[in-house]
């Protein structure tokens, strides 16, 4: 499994929280490429509920992680 910004950016939008099959599905009816699907279809536990993409991947980053300041916008 191999996730990066923009694959993640399609799940940004998902109805969270939810199950494999649910990500599965919104990715493919969103339009999401195929390494998306790939990528959920490799999560180890079916009925696992996701509360976001920071329980798919962890490294996720958030906005924290970015050096900007939001007032000067």
Same mark, same amino acid.
């Given at each position: 499994?191999?996730?990066?910004l *923009?694959? &993640?950016?399609?799940?940004?939008? &998902?109805?969270w929280? &939810?199950?494999?099959?649910?990500?599965?599905?919104?990715?493919?009816?969103?339009? &999401?490429?195929?390494? !998306? !699907?790939?990528?959920?279809?490799?999560?180890? !536990? *079916?009925?696992?509920?996701?509360?976001?993409?920071?329980?798919?991947?962890?490294?996720?980053?958030?906005?924290?992680?970015?050096?900007?300041? /939001?007032? /000067?916008?």
């Amino acid at each position: 499994m191999f996730w990066t910004l *923009e694959l &993640a950016s399609y799940l940004e939008e &998902a109805p969270w929280p &939810a199950t494999k099959d649910e990500l599965i599905d919104y990715s493919i009816r969103s339009g &999401a490429p195929i390494e !998306v !699907v790939e990528n959920l279809q490799e999560l180890d !536990v *079916e009925d696992e509920i996701y509360e976001s993409i920071e329980d798919i991947w962890p490294d996720y980053p958030s906005q924290d992680d970015f050096m900007f300041n /939001e007032d /000067e916008y």
